[in-house]
């Protein structure tokens, strides 16, 4: 791509995605890297700055992560973020130890605006902290810029070489102030200009798609959800007919959802392509049949995806290409680099080592979920599939806790049924990042009318987020709560106590396995 560029080095944290996120908010292009790439590649890719991300490790244990000092040579703006933070001095002779005293959660930070990073910051700000080393001496020539009651460096600079960084993590939505942060940093110090832009994704990303597929076929994992929808229509304007999408109703779909996917995109619906619904409910149940462990449940729904896919392709004939609409979350949640595997999801970690396609196209890869919604919008996808509820691969079987039943999957559709219905009724529906009704494995004593009950407990959920990388419980009025739990406790059967999960992300993942 012909875009300024700014290059995120991987260290194992699990921001790393979200930093290049927030970066390419600020209209800066930005990509993930191993921290083990060679400088000289570095070199070659001419980013105007580098950032460091955050990690698992101690910068003075031999075994843990760093890097040759000659990057700080290369004349390259560099920000370090957490573990980057102290990889920065600990490399450039300042010294990091054991804190006294961690860091964890949201921290009031004293900062020097001064200091370029924190210009047009409040000199006292809230920031997310999560650190058990600290920084105890800077490099020379460096300064302190931001201070804790108990971390001496929450933030250190060297104007002269432009070398910045900062303890705490401004890309998190908890950090008040850092996309300002980083927005002073690519523009104020790399000197960025802002290229870009959904529009040019678009337009570029259909040519790229029309010269690699040539004359293929192509078989589109089609969910219905924004991610596959958008990758369905970019591919459908890319090569047409050449593109055949496959639909899999897996049964653990949300109620009715089956038969509004195929009203949208099959033969009466907006788009021309070649539409095939696969009913295949019963063979996901006898897959999944006294299966509990959640990572085992998400390879299983995903390999099976791929099973359906080629045996769809070899009814239709040669089939040369698979696309799936893989997003960049996806691929940092499944362990990308050096970074902890968190889950597997179903269209990343699940894929069996043979797949009879010639290659899989993810055009979206590289993209945030607000980055798909855009280039949604810039397809002409209507509004209210592009700002649809967000629904993961593997479906209810990874909001159902434990085994996957027909009994519970009923139970768990018919609750979110009622949750999601009496969350429009309130109007409240386009505020909240998403929002859904899991099935527990805990069963516990009730009492309806005069007889003694045992039966599920559903729990609910809802989270404001922009990037679904980070997220907060959303606080959901309170009368709202009890109709649900109401409705619920009456209408669905087998359930007798409703919960609300109060956990935001970290240190819960938005889904439930």
Not at 47 to 63: A, L, R, W
Not at 200 to 216: A, M
Not at 412 to 419: K, N, P
């Amino acid at each position: 791509m012909n875009h300024e560029l700014v290059i995120v080095l991987d260290f194992g944290g699990q921001y790393n995605q979200l930093i290049a996120r927030r970066v390419r908010e600020c209209n800066v292009y930005c990509e993930v890297k191993p921290y083990t790439m060679p400088l000289e590649e570095i070199k070659a890719l001419n980013p105007k700055g580098i950032i460091f991300t955050g990690g698992p490790n101690s910068v003075y244990d031999e075994e843990s992560p760093h890097i040759a000092k000659e990057i700080f040579e290369m004349g390259i703006p560099i920000l370090g973020i957490c573990y980057g933070s102290q990889l920065m001095a600990y490399t450039l002779d300042g010294k990091v130890e054991t804190a006294p005293v961690s860091e964890y959660g949201h921290t009031e930070v004293e900062v020097d605006t001064t200091d370029v990073i924190f210009d047009g910051v409040s000199e006292k700000t809230v920031c997310w902290m999560s650190h058990t080393d600290y920084i105890s001496q800077v490099p020379d020539g460096f300064k302190i810029t931001a201070h804790t009651p108990v971390c001496p460096v929450a933030a250190m600079a060297c104007p002269e070489k432009n070398f910045y960084a900062t303890q705490f993590h401004p890309e998190v939505m908890h950090t008040a102030e850092g996309m300002k942060m980083l927005s002073n940093f690519v523009y104020k110090v790399c000197g960025c200009a802002g290229d870009w832009q959904m529009a040019s994704f678009v337009e570029t990303t259909i040519e790229q798609l029309r010269e690699k597929i040539g004359n293929g076929k192509v078989l589109c994992a089609l969910s219905g959800g924004v991610d596959s929808s958008v990758a369905a229509v970019l591919l459908s304007k890319a090569i047409g007919k050449q593109l055949t999408c496959v639909f899999v109703d897996h049964g653990l779909l949300r109620k009715n959802e089956g038969d509004e996917v195929e009203a949208v995109f099959g033969p009466e619906g907006h788009y021309e392509l070649n539409f095939i619904r696969v009913n295949a409910q019963k063979r996901y149940l006898d897959k999944l049949k006294g299966v509990e462990d959640p990572e085992t449940k998400r390879k299983i729904i995903g390999e099976e995806f791929i099973r359906v896919f080629e045996e769809e392709a070899k009814k239709i004939g040669a089939v040369d290409f698979l696309v799936q609409g893989t997003i960049y979350p996806d691929v940092i949640e499944s362990g990308l680099g050096k970074s902890a595997v968190i889950k597997s999801h179903h269209n990343v970690g699940g894929l069996p080592d043979v797949v009879d396609f010639k290659e899989i196209v993810e055009p979206l890869r590289m993209l945030f979920k607000d980055e798909v919604r855009k280039v949604g919008l810039e397809l002409g996808i209507p509004e209210y599939l592009v700002f649809r509820q967000p629904f993961p691969g593997p479906g209810l079987g990874i909001r159902i806790i434990g085994e996957v039943t027909e009994e519970k999957i009923k139970i768990v559709q018919e609750a979110d049924y009622i949750y999601r219905e009496e969350i429009a009724k309130a109007g409240i529906d386009k505020g909240l990042g998403q929002y859904f009704a899991a099935l527990t494995n805990m069963r516990s004593v009730g009492v309806m009318g005069d007889f003694r009950t045992y039966d599920y407990a559903i729990a609910l959920r809802a989270v404001n987020t922009s990037d679904f990388m980070t997220a907060d419980a959303a606080q959901l009025p309170w009368e709202v709560l009890a109709k649900v739990t109401n409705r619920i406790v009456n209408e669905v059967k087998g359930v007798n106590r409703v919960m609300y999960d109060c956990t935001g992300k970290p240190p819960a993942t938005i889904e439930f396995e």
